[in-house]
T-cell receptor, first 113, second 113 residues
Framework: DAGVIQSPRHEVTEMGQEVTLRCKPISGHDYLFWYRQTMMRGLELLIYFNNNVPIDDSGMPEDRFSAKMPNASFSTLKIQPSEPRDSAVYFC???????????FGPGTRLTVL | GENVEQHPSTLSVQEGDSAVIKCTYSDSASNYFPWYKQELGKGPQLIIDIRSNVGEKKDQRIAVTLNKTAKHFSLHITETQPEDSAVYFCAAPSSYNTDKLIFGTGTRLQVFP
C-alpha cells in the first residue's frame, strides 16, 4: 500500500482565494482525521470521519473551513475564503479503528499571502 | 484528557547515550498512549504505543513506561543514533471523545555523532 496520499504537497495562494486539500486514506481504514500543525498551536485535530460520516468537527476553527468524504477513498478539506492565519501544514491520517494506529500522510504546506 | 504536557521541549544527546521524554495527562480514565516520531518535512509516524493494562512495552531500542497512579508515561530510547534525531510527540485520548487524540507539544531530539 502506498500509505496515505495527500495533494498538493505545497500550496501558495492569496488571501480570499478558495483552497482545497485532498486526501486518499489507506484502503480498508474506517477512520480519517484532518489535522493542522503550526508552531504556535502544535498538532490540532480539525475533524474526523468514521465510515465516511463526519463524527466530530469541533476542531474546525471557523465556518470558512469545511470537509467532505464522498467515499471511502477520498476526502477534501476546503477553506473559503482563505486568510494568512490559515498558513500551516495540514495532515490527513487514517486508521483501522478509532485513534489507534493512525497513519499520517506527508502533509500539505499551505501559505496564504 | 484535554491537557497533555510534554517535557523537555528540546533534548541533545551524544550518540550512544539514552534519551528520555516524559508526558503527563489529566484524565485518569485514559487507556491508550501512543508516541509519534516526525522527521523534517514528513508526517508523524507511530513508533510505539502502550495501553493502560501494562506498565512497560519494549521494541528494540525503544521502550515506553506508564505510571497510571502518577498519570505520566515516558519514552526511552537507548543507544541513540543520529537517525533518531527528530521531533517526538506523545498523545492521549480526549476526555470528551476517546476517538480523538490530544497531542503533546513535542520534543526536538538531536543526537550528535
Amino acid at each position: 500500500d502506498a500509505g496515505v496520499i495527500q495533494s498538493p504537497r505545497h500550496e501558495v495562494t492569496e488571501m480570499g482565494q478558495e483552497v482545497t486539500l485532498r486526501c486518499k486514506p489507506i484502503s480498508g481504514h474506517d477512520y480519517l482525521f484532518w489535522y493542522r500543525q503550526t508552531m504556535m498551536r502544535g498538532l490540532e485535530l480539525l475533524i474526523y470521519f468514521n465510515n465516511n460520516v463526519p463524527i466530530d468537527d469541533s476542531g474546525m476553527p471557523e465556518d470558512r473551513f469545511s470537509a467532505k468524504m464522498p467515499n471511502a477513498s477520498f476526502s477534501t478539506l476546503k477553506i473559503q475564503p482563505s486568510e494568512p492565519r490559515d498558513s500551516a501544514v495540514y495532515f490527513c491520517a487514517s486508521s483501522p479503528g478509532g485513534p489507534n494506529e493512525q497513519f499520517f500522510g506527508p502533509g500539505t504546506r499551505l501559505t496564504v499571502l | 484528557g484535554e491537557n497533555v504536557e510534554q517535557h523537555p521541549s528540546t533534548l541533545s544527546v551524544q550518540e550512544g547515550d539514552s534519551a528520555v521524554i516524559k508526558c503527563t495527562y489529566s484524565d485518569s480514565a485514559s487507556n491508550y498512549f501512543p508516541w509519534y516520531k516526525q522527521e523534517l518535512g514528513k508526517g508523524p509516524q507511530l513508533i510505539i504505543d502502550i495501553r493502560s493494562n501494562v506498565g512497560e512495552k519494549k521494541d528494540q531500542r525503544i521502550a515506553v513506561t506508564l505510571n497510571k497512579t502518577a498519570k505520566h508515561f515516558s519514552l526511552h530510547i537507548t543507544e541513540t543514533q543520529p537517525e533518531d534525531s527528530a521531533v517526538y510527540f506523545c498523545a492521549a485520548p480526549s476526555s470528551y471523545n476517546t476517538d480523538k487524540l490530544i497531542f503533546g507539544t513535542g520534543t526536538r531530539l538531536q543526537v550528535f555523532p
